[in-house]
């Protein structure tokens, strides 16, 4: 029980670092230096939205579901992940200052999203 409850931290801290990071106003984002790697905003987004995807794939795994129940709960996942990955964008767009609405963080999001939903489908769900 106590490893279940680590792991649910921990996806909940992840699950609240993407909120906050990506509402944060654009003057506060930092620059120059490794910042200025083309498209590492991209990078970090796979690596974030794969993670949510993943970590919490990895939490209801552990409760030892059956495999039709987990893939069930791991689409959903997937679809909270891109869900929230366009909302997120539209925040930005409308209501974080010095941020703009980018579709290519929609399609790193996705991207993060759907890599993790299949590692976790494939290594995850025991088949048959």
Request: aromatic share 14%; proline share 4%.
């Amino acid at each position: 029980m106590k490893s279940l409850l680590g792991k649910a931290f921990i996806a909940i801290a992840w699950t609240v670092m993407i909120q906050v990071l990506l509402c944060l106003p654009g003057s506060t984002i930092p620059s120059g230096g490794m910042f200025d790697i083309p498209n590492l905003d991209k990078i970090v987004h796979v690596i974030l939205f794969g993670g949510f995807t993943f970590l919490w794939c990895y939490f209801y795994y552990l409760k030892q579901w059956s495999s039709s129940q987990l893939a069930v709960i791991f689409f959903v996942i997937y679809i909270a992940a891109a869900v929230n990955g366009i909302v997120l964008e539209f925040i930005q767009r409308d209501y974080i200052p010095n941020r703009s609405f980018d579709p290519g963080d929609i399609i790193a999001d996705m991207a993060g999203s759907s890599v993790a939903y299949g590692i976790c489908n494939i290594r995850l769900i025991k088949k048959g």
